[in-house]
């Protein structure tokens, strides 16, 4: 059976702060990460459900309904729409937030580090959404390809913001794909998500998109991909058949990217011990690092090392993560999650 080397947190951790995220990661992990995240506190709690709040205060942009529909935390998950007779084309969109996060954090980040508290080599890992999440979530029609360049643009310029104040060694940037395997599976009960609002292939559409995101982190600069089907409630929005979905999208994206994967995550869902499930990993791409998502906090060390046993027939080396963020796991829950990474993986 393969020993699983090292540990990926995939972003989100149930804390109230990005010192006490790193703090307690670099404490019982330090040993197995390559990367820490701030475990997107505050009003990314709930991963992308603040952008509405953000993208409705743009001049052009107008939120559908009159009532707010509470989402936690204050947000308003009311969907969006492009007013009517404006051109998307016009309308600038104010700062996203993902860049001033990042800014705050990495300073953070660097006070434990200059403590002694993140050991040196480590990165700061940034966690950035795709557009596709944010156009299928919260537009519809029409408005999601005329809205598409403006957003794109503006989440490039967010990490550009982020290029710019935090040292290239120091940085890793992450791709968090979601709606991308929806679209993929077409799953039944996923609404109007399931319809892609561009010309041709939808496989060859979200390809060529997640390429050019990877494509747009520099060389010297750390990037992964964390491919999943959603943990709303700690429920999927799809169950996968199998991991085939999975390896066939990141081939595609490894072959249509001109630089490689740093990291490459694929999730395991917590009924999956089977062989069948695993047999899709014989054909995955080569990448520097991949991470299976098998570690579970219903089953901890005892469910994770029957996951491994059964991944270990079909891929030869490999660390751990969960499948999704935990950030929305039950309070009190976090720590035992991250123990269990310690527990079935090997230091680097």
Same mark, same amino acid.
Not at 96 to 104: K, N, Q, R, V
Not at 115 to 124: K, L, Q, S, T
Not at 136 to 160: K, M, Q, W
Not at 173 to 194: C, P, T
């Given at each position: ?27 019982? @992990? ?21 952008? =509405? ?14 009532? =707010? +529909? =509470? ?31 990042? +800014? ?14 993140? =050991? ?13 999440? +944010? ?45 991308? @395997? ?23 559409? @979200? ?5 050019? @995101? ?135």
């Amino acid at each position: 059976m393969t020993e699983p080397q090292g540990a990926l947190l995939v972003g989100s951790v149930n804390y109230d702060d990005a010192e006490t995220t790193i703090r307690t990661a670099a404490s019982l @992990l330090g040993d197995r990460l390559r990367r820490i995240p701030d475990g997107e506190v505050g009003k990314r709690f709930h991963w992308i459900m603040f952008q =509405p709040d953000v993208l409705g205060e743009a001049d052009g942009i107008e939120r559908v309904g009159e009532e =707010p +529909i =509470p989402f936690g935390a204050g947000l308003d998950a009311r969907p969006l729409r492009i007013a009517d007779g404006v051109d998307a084309a016009t309308i600038t969109l104010p700062p996203l937030g993902y860049a001033d996060a990042a +800014i705050e954090s990495y300073r953070v980040f660097m006070k434990l580090r200059g403590e002694g508290v993140v =050991p040196d080599g480590i990165r700061f890992q940034v966690s950035l959404p795709t557009p596709v999440a +944010i156009l299928s979530s919260f537009f519809s029609g029409a408005d999601r390809a005329a809205i598409e360049p403006v957003y794109t643009d503006a989440l490039v310029a967010e990490l550009g913001q982020i290029l710019a104040a935090i040292p290239h060694e120091d940085l890793a940037i992450q791709w968090d794909v979601a709606s991308e @395997l929806g679209i993929i599976e077409r799953a039944s009960g996923y609404g109007a998500v399931m319809d892609a609002w561009w010309e041709g292939d939808p496989f060859d559409g @979200l390809v060529s998109r997640l390429a050019a @995101l990877v494509d747009a982190v520099p060389a010297d600069v750390e990037v992964g991909v964390h491919l999943c089907y959603g943990d709303a409630g700690e429920r999927h929005f799809i169950e996968p058949t199998d991991a085939g979905t999975l390896v066939r999208y990141a081939n595609a994206v490894i072959a249509a990217s001109a630089r490689s994967f740093s990291w490459l995550h694929l999730p395991v869902p917590l009924e999956r011990e089977d062989a069948a499930y695993f047999a899709p990993l014989a054909d995955l791409a080569p990448v520097a690092e991949l991470y299976l998502g098998l570690v579970h906090r219903e089953d901890g060390a005892e469910g994770a090392q029957r996951r491994i046993a059964a991944a270990s027939a079909f891929a030869s080396s490999f660390g751990v993560a969960t499948e999704c963020g935990i950030g929305r796991a039950p309070e009190g829950s976090t720590e035992g999650i991250l123990r269990t990474h310690a527990e079935v993986a090997a230091p680097w």
